[in-house]
């Protein structure tokens, strides 16, 4: 069982930063992918970005190529997502989510096991 805790979420203007951290309870965190997904109200959660175990690989959605980044440090069972330039259509609840399997694409919600309760994301205009 792994529990991931989210903090860092928000409430900041358009063009503005902020980044969110993910820490994970397990002691075996470095053997797992960990992921960034958002849902909006209304809409479905969606990917927004992985890492793999070691960071070596990274997955990002579309829409935040160039401006997000994920980060991890297993030592500390952390996971971070540095989010440059918000957009107002970034608002949404942001989740973590962890799986150990290193099989298939890690960018759909079925893909993992273990998610955070979500940290609140909100860009004003």
């Known amino acids: 069982q792994v529990q991931l805790v989210e903090s860092g979420g928000g409430l900041v203007q358009a063009g503005g930063s902020l980044t969110l951290s993910c820490a994970a309870s397990?002691?075996?965190?470095?053997?797992?992918?960990m992921g960034w997904f958002r849902q909006a109200p209304g809409k479905e959660r969606v990917f927004v970005a992985a890492?793999?175990?070691?960071?070596?690989?990274?997955y990002y959605a579309d829409f935040v190529k160039g401006r997000f980044t994920i980060s991890r440090d297993n030592a500390k069972n952390t996971v971070n997502l540095r989010m440059n330039s918000l957009k107002p259509e970034d608002t949404a609840v942001y989740y973590c989510?962890?799986?150990?399997?290193?099989?298939?694409?890690?960018?759909?919600?079925?893909?993992?096991?273990?998610w955070g309760q979500g940290t609140q994301v909100t860009v004003s205009s």
């Open positions: 989510a962890a799986d150990p399997s290193t099989q298939g694409s890690p960018i759909t919600v079925e893909w993992y096991t273990y």
């Open positions: 397990r002691r075996t965190f470095n053997a797992y992918t």
């Open positions: 890492i793999n175990w070691s960071g070596v690989n990274r």
